[in-house]
């Protein structure tokens, strides 16, 4: 891996370690591009609190941290800025807001809820509800043509149980979707390297099938999974046995 655009930091409350040893992990494993993309925050109308995202006010340290460290390791590597957010229509004003004047380079879409927190069902679990799954695709897709997002992690976030026939239907239509539109699958190294049920062999048979690429995102938490050799090699072998051409780096985000 030469890029890694799918990182955390502690602020998000389930992540560990410091903002420099990331940046440090990802130089030792070789890689030329770092993009951070940690749990946005977002503004609640109601002044809800989340638990699982940093908090709208560690904002400014977030940037001015990585800004800092983007100077300090220039000659080494690349670093991008950026976020892992919902597509909420309902909060995106307010999150605009926030972010207005922040130098954001990107944001990728991890759809783990369709409405807003604290009402909003978790998406990332295992279920047979096969409307629950047609409206986390809707979302995914709606969410992607903003234009606001480089692509779409852990796609299969929704782990279906139901008739194979309507994971392929839904699944597939997600996929076609992505093709059309030249946007990467991310294979998921946490999920992968974790036994969870994302990236499911079954979601990137059906990628293959309909054309798509990938890209390898570690959804890093701690510092170690940048340089995770083995896991790496793991999702290389998922890809390769699926027919999916690998994308090194996005567009527009590329080494500096």
Known sequence: MLANYHTHTDRCGHAEGEDKAFVESAIDAGMKVLGFSDHCPWVFPDNT??????????????????TRLREEYRKDITIYIGFESEYLPTLLEAQEQLFKGYPIDYQI???????PEPFGEYCGKITADSVFLQRYIDSCIAGMETGRYKYLAHPDLLGFSGMESVYAEEYG???????AHDIPVEINLLGVVGGRHYTDPRFLRIAGEYGCKAIIGCDAHTPDRL???KGIRQCIHMAEK?????????????PQ
């Open 49 to 66: 609190v989340s638990h699982c995202r940093m908090f709208p006010s560690e904002l400014d340290d977030y940037m001015t941290s990585l």
């Open 109 to 115: 879409l991890g759809q783990h809820f369709i409405e």
């Open 173 to 179: 239509r997600l996929c076609a979707y992505l093709q």
């Open 227 to 229: 340089h995770y050799t």
């Open 242 to 254: 699926a027919g999916l051409e690998l994308v090194t780096y996005l567009p527009g985000l590329e």
